[in-house]
């Protein structure tokens, strides 16, 4: 109830990916060793962030253009340049991986995928489903795995699933369950040679770190890269440092990325409180993706929620996950 999360169909990766073709692709070159002030990162430098010139933002800034409307095609360039994550559906993950990871190993750049299928996700809400049971998400995974290899990914595990076991509405029988499938994901994917893996953790505003700290241990982040914050929300980057910080002093000084693919705005603060999270209006664009963060534990500003992309049937929007260009709009409207 405190971030959703849109788990809409990955994009497609072929032959045709060509709609912004090689200017897209130069502008996905995201990051460098070193802190914006000259602090160097303290684990490995990350790759530079590879952009799918066949998105669902790329094909409208195709279709506008194509329809003459030059100046919305501008507004949603600004998202098709960058590199987002990449959401891996439930039929094929390994073909997904593959697609996503070979497409960026190609141009030398890092694949960053998102895995949103625990069994009984979200809760039963906007984006209720995930792997039928725990077999079947064991199953899944693999077939991710084997689909990333050895090439370069960076991938945020299960928005939501911590969060909704302490928050309750996960029910009692499923929460050991859930931390074991938690715990072998982290133990799968660090496995793997040139991955690297953060457990979602929640967003400035949902609690205090002492809510959190000790399931992120109990799901394996002692063996992960470390955790993401703010994931699908909207907190500012300095108040999801400042929440990544407390946290990482309680989980021996982890590593954290930060979702800021929506945040340039903040919060939205009006109408309902529970759904102050689902499609609000009149937010921004934050920090484009880099790994030149003046923060030294923080590794990396994404775009782990695709802008444009619904939270959920609310305010108009569609189902979660579709593509909605009035809202990527509205996100990128100079305000």
């Known amino acids: 109830m405190y971030g959703k999360w849109g788990a809409g169909p990955a994009g ?63 507004r949603i360039r600004r998202i098709a340049e960058q590199p987002v994550g990449e959401w891996i559906g439930p039929e094929d993950p390994e073909g997904e991986a593959r697609g996503f990871t070979e497409a960026a190993a190609k141009s030398g750049r890092r694949a960053l995928l998102v895995l949103y299928n625990i069994p009984h996700r979200d809760c039963g809400q906007y984006s209720r489903g995930g792997a039928a049971d725990g077999a079947a998400y064991r199953t899944w995974l693999a077939g991710v795995a084997r689909g990333i290899g050895d090439r370069p990914a960076t991938v945020i595990l299960e928005p939501d699933a911590l969060l909704h076991l302490v928050d309750g509405c996960t029910p009692e029988g499923f929460r050991e369950e859930r931390y074991d499938l938690l715990a072998g994901a982290v133990t799968t994917l660090a496995a793997l040679k040139n991955t690297r893996v953060y457990l979602d953790a929640g967003n400035a505003g949902w609690g205090h770190p002492d809510q959190i700290f000790e399931p992120l241990k109990s799901a394996g982040v002692a063996d992960a890269d470390g955790f993401a914050v703010n994931v699908s929300n909207f907190y500012s980057t300095p108040d999801s440092v400042a929440y990544g910080e407390r946290l990482a002093a309680k989980v021996g000084g982890k590593h954290f990325v930060v979702d800021t693919s929506r945040n340039g705005n903040g919060p939205y603060t009006q109408g309902d409180p529970g759904e102050r999270w689902c499609n609000p209006p009149g937010r ?52």
Not at 309 to 329: F, N, R
């Open 12 to 74: 497609r990766v072929g032959a045709s990916a060509v709609l912004l073709g090689a200017a897209l692709l130069a502008a996905g070159c995201s990051s460098g060793s070193e802190g914006s002030g000259g602090t160097p990162l303290t684990r490995r430098p990350a790759s530079a962030y590879w952009v799918n010139p066949d998105g669902n933002a790329a094909r409208q800034v195709a279709a506008y253009e194509k329809a003459g409307r030059k100046a919305e095609a501008e």
């Open 284 to 335: 921004a664009l934050g920090e484009t993706p880099t790994t030149n963060t003046a923060a030294p534990l923080v590794d990396a500003y994404l775009w782990i929620k695709r802008p444009g992309e619904s939270d959920g049937e609310c305010k108009g929007g569609p189902k979660a996950g579709a593509w909605w260009p009035e809202y990527a709009l509205d996100l990128t409207a100079d305000r």
